[in-house]
């Protein structure tokens, strides 16, 4: 028994080991839960990207030994707008405008800013006993807002904590495991910004 632990341990090992992992945006990641008419916020908002985090790529290894020696390719740039657009379109009644240019003119409720500030993910082997591997992933999203003028008016970051997916024996895709946790972090951190954001909406009615 204590060799096939060991066999399947270096199995995995390798595995995750000297290659480079890609993935995707994938909206079946995303839980779509629509926001009831009453509690939409009135007119549009505008989600803003500076135009180097649009297309930014996370690529590093994980932060465990399993897994640390590969590179895992995340479109964060990608999946903040995507993601973004879902969750912040849903709570505004005209939905939101996507740029990468500030506005100053007005026009919109409400400027969103959201950045990813930091990322990790996970390949725990050891509280398994080498039978398997737990993917997990931990996010922080940074939320900008700023007022029709233009002007930052809040600031805050919004820390996931670890999320742990389940574990497996062996996976031919292990980086869509992290892919996952990745996608239904950022949604979360989106959707608890959303209590700020209606806090200041409704101390700046229209």
Same mark, same amino acid.
Request: charged share 20%.
């Given at each position: ?9 270096? $199995?995995?090992?390798?595995? =995750? ?12 990641? %995303? ?10 916020? #009135?007119?549009?908002? &505008?989600?803003?990207?500076?135009? !180097? @985090? ?8 994980? !932060? ?8 895992? !390719? ?16 849903? $709570?505004?009644?005209?939905? +939101? ?23 990790? @993910? ?6 398994? &006993? ?10 922080? &999203?940074? +939320?900008? &807002?700023? #007022? ?27 980086? #869509? ?17 959303? %209590?700020?954001?209606?806090?200041? =909406? ?5």
């Amino acid at each position: 028994m204590r060799r096939n632990i060991t066999v399947f341990t270096i $199995a995995a090992v390798l595995g =995750l080991a000297g290659c480079q992992m890609t993935t995707a945006y994938k909206p079946e990641y %995303v839980q779509a839960t629509p926001v009831p008419a009453a509690e939409q916020f #009135d007119g549009k908002g &505008l989600l803003y990207f500076e135009e !180097s @985090y649009a297309g930014y790529v996370y690529n590093e290894g994980a !932060s465990t030994f399993t897994g640390s020696g590969a590179k895992l !390719s995340v479109p964060i740039g990608l999946m903040t707008r995507e993601i973004g657009r879902s969750v912040y379109g849903s $709570a505004f009644r005209e939905g +939101v405008d996507v740029t990468t240019v500030p506005s100053s003119g007005g026009a919109y409720r409400v400027t969103i800013e959201p950045k990813v500030t930091d990322f990790k @993910y996970y390949f725990h082997q050891a509280e398994n &006993l080498g039978f398997a591997i737990t993917p997990g992933a931990e996010m922080s &999203l940074t +939320v900008r &807002l700023l #007022d029709p003028a233009g002007s930052a008016v809040a600031t805050r970051t919004y820390a996931s904590g670890e999320h742990k997916g389940g574990s497996y024996m062996m996976s031919g895709s292990p980086e #869509d495991k992290i892919s996952r946790l990745a996608h239904e972090i950022m949604a979360e951190l989106m959707k608890q910004s959303l %209590v700020d954001v209606r806090a200041w =909406l409704t101390a700046h009615p229209q």
